[in-house]
């Protein structure tokens, strides 16, 4: 009979999958930022986060014998990886990672709620504390996506019209 740790558990096995898709998302795209070192700065900050949230995901799966799963973790990180190489060829480059970016940053944090909901529900407590501090880690990083938007659109705007497209996208 399934329970309520079941489903915990396997809850947290895929939000370290998404965690790691994260990090394929996030490594090309700071390796191909050229005139957006205030972006790549704040995503070499949250790939430390990220490492840390996958670091703190492990420990709460040791706490209930079990590991992450390594297919789904290289399944994601295939797609995210396949994500970020279909922006690198795209004009605008810089944009659309702006928009997938924020978008992904959502997607984990609603995940991150889920699973404390789960923690606080079915009495796991101390996990979620962990989950909390990767909750707010995520926010702050779609605060400063939603911040940054209209700086990064500017941006690019502005090489645009000076560099012509090719040039501007990163």
């Not at 930022?33 to 700065?41: F, G, R, T």
């Not at 789904?72 to 797609?79: E, H, N, R, W």
């Not at 480059?93 to 940053?105: C, D, Q, R, T």
């Not at 889920?114 to 779609?142: N, P």
Request: charged share 20%; net charge negative; no cysteine.
């Amino acid at each position: 009979m399934a329970t309520l740790q079941d489903l915990f558990v396997t809850g947290l096995v895929n939000l370290h999958a998404v965690e790691k898709q994260a990090l394929a998302i996030i490594g090309p795209q700071i390796a191909r930022l050229e005139h957006y070192p205030e972006v790549a700065d704040r995503l070499r900050l949250h790939r430390d986060e990220t490492d840390a949230q996958i670091a703190r995901l492990d420990e709460i799966l040791t706490g209930f014998d079990t590991s992450a799963s390594f297919l789904k973790d290289t399944a994601l990180s295939m797609s995210g990886g396949m994500a970020a190489l279909g922006h690198s060829v795209a004009g605008d480059e810089i944009l659309k990672n702006s928009f997938a970016n924020y978008a992904f940053e959502h997607f984990e944090i609603a995940s991150y709620k889920s699973i404390i909901t789960l923690a606080g529900d079915g009495g796991f407590a101390s996990a979620a504390t962990s989950l909390q501090q990767s909750l707010r880690e995520e926010e702050s990083m779609a605060q400063w996506l939603d911040d940054a938007l209209p700086r990064i659109t500017r941006q690019y705007a502005a090489l645009y019209v000076e560099e012509g497209a090719f040039n501007a996208k990163v």
